[in-house]
């Protein structure tokens, strides 16, 4: 970070952005891990002496949303596209929503009930905020009814991905899915409403690199990262909606670790806080980078983080470690296999 010794925590922020000694974007240059509302940063980013990072003027800088679903379609949409459009006026190229960034129900019955096609209404009023914004949208989870829905009325959880003209240019199908029950969390049978997608999406260019898309329980399994990695991924997305007795223990560990081991950026939205009686979600959205740094991160409660993507620093860490290269796949290629 080329000012790290600015102390964000030093001043008011917003005094500061009242006299005018800083306006939002120099702020978001100084402070890459800007939490709005919350206003925690996390100015400085530990790296190796040797790697210096390009001028932050020139890097892209993306938006990490953190929300609290309900079964509320409509509100769900307005403080979305409120955090969307912060992140527009900040700067970002790019904006990141969390898993079932659309609703989040009471029970299966409620799940089926609420999902729209990829052609719906909804999908249609975030292709408009992207082009009224000019940033392209990560939509981590959204309730799919595909075009087997007749047969089987079942969905998919499909993240989509939608460029700045609004056009969607990806989508992935959740192929892990949730069915856990831990003890003091709701347990979760996702397979009871969602069926599972056949295959990973090929990373995607955009503004802030190559994304490759996953969706919360797919952090799980490495192999999917690594093949993302192995395809051309700069970024790993992982929108999500972690509970509060496995976000706690697994939650930044297993970013971190995909991040470390894919020397990819790894991008985290997350869905946080009570979304009604029977569920609640951790929160704690967050970017990491490939030396495996949290360099931006949300705290308590719905806003947004912001990072800026050093490409240059990514293409230093795998030159000084190259795994990719050491990597011994005639050992150990059949790692998805089940436990015998």
């Known amino acids: 970070m080329v000012l790290a010794a600015f102390s964000c925590r030093s001043y008011s922020l917003p005094f500061l952005l009242r006299l005018g000694f800083i306006n939002n974007q120099l702020l978001s240059f100084l402070c890459p891990g800007l939490r709005i509302r919350g206003l ?3 100015c400085a980013q530990t790296r190796p002496r040797a790697m210096a990072s390009s001028s932050s003027w020139e890097l892209p800088l993306v938006a990490v949303c953190q929300v609290t679903s309900t079964p509320d379609k409509q509100q769900n949409f307005k403080t979305c596209a409120e955090l969307v459009q912060e992140a527009a006026r900040l700067g970002a190229c790019l904006a990141f929503l969390p898993e079932a960034f659309d609703f989040i129900a009471h029970d299966p019955a409620e799940t089926l009930r609420l999902s729209e096609p990829l052609g719906g209404n909804l999908l249609e009023n ?3 905020l992207a082009r009224e914004c000019g940033l392209w949208l990560s939509l981590g989870g959204f309730h799919e009814r595909g075009q087997d ?5 079942k969905i998919y959880n499909c993240h989509v991905l939608l460029n700045s003209k609004g056009s969607v240019v990806a989508t992935y199908r959740k192929t892990h899915l949730c069915d856990v029950e831990i003890p003091g969390q709701e347990p979760m049978r996702e397979s009871n409403s969602t069926i599972p997608g056949p295959s990973f999406e090929s990373p995607v260019s955009t503004p802030a ?3 490759g898309l996953a969706i919360c329980y797919d952090i799980r399994f490495p192999e999917l990262s690594l093949a993302l990695a192995q395809a051309g991924a700069e970024i790993l997305t992982y929108p999500s909606a972690f509970g509060p007795i ?3 223990a697994h939650w930044e ?3 971190r670790a995909r991040a470390i081991e894919t020397q990819c950026y790894v991008v985290a939205a997350a869905q946080c806080g009570r979304h009604h009686a029977k569920r609640a979600s951790h929160g704690h959205s967050m970017v990491v980078d490939p030396w495996g740094t949290v360099v931006a991160r949300c705290s308590e409660g719905p806003g947004l983080c912001l990072a800026r993507i050093d490409l240059k620093y990514l293409r230093q860490v795998r030159q000084l470690l190259p795994v990719f290269q050491h990597r011994r796949p005639d050992l150990y290629g059949k790692l998805g296999h089940p436990l015998s």
């Open 149 to 153: 829905w007749e047969q089987t009325q």
């Open 126 to 128: 975030y292709a408009q």
């Open 253 to 255: 560990v297993l970013l």
């Open 246 to 248: 496995t976000g706690p």
């Open 209 to 211: 690199g190559k994304i």
């Open 40 to 42: 925690s940063v996390l």
